[in-house]
């Protein structure tokens, strides 16, 4: 088994799509970025890459590269998971925290881990999303951006 941890950031912007785990959440903002800017599968691509010894999402994916420009991040979450199953590793098992302020994001969780799930090729059951605010403070707190975290275990097939 191996382990991976991923963390990332974007900027909330008026006029952007708020997506998150691939689910478009109602929002007054959305984040921004070359992608769609969805943090949770940034996070999520990253502890996935990180277990496999595979660098970075921006090693994969360059943000210099025309073709991701508003890319749809579950399927780059998807190429992920295929490179890191051509090393030789399944998905186990996925923890991530999504950290924002507003909006609530509880009505979305049990989509968004169905998406993630799979992208992963894997069951529901082995993946974990929360949510939590950090009580005003810093930028998040702030609404100025969201962040999440994610960690993943990786299995040899
Ligand atoms: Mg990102």
Redesign the pocket.
Known sequence: MRIGHGY???RLKEGRRLILGGVEIEYVMGLD?H?D?D?LC?AITDAILGAAKMGD?GLLFPDTDMSFKDADSVELLRTAVRAVADKGYKVGNIDATIIAQKPKLRPYIDKMCENIAGACDTSVDNVNIKATTEEGLGFSGEGLGMAAHAVCLLENK
């Open positions: 990332d950031v974007h970025g992608s800017a943090v940034h999402i």
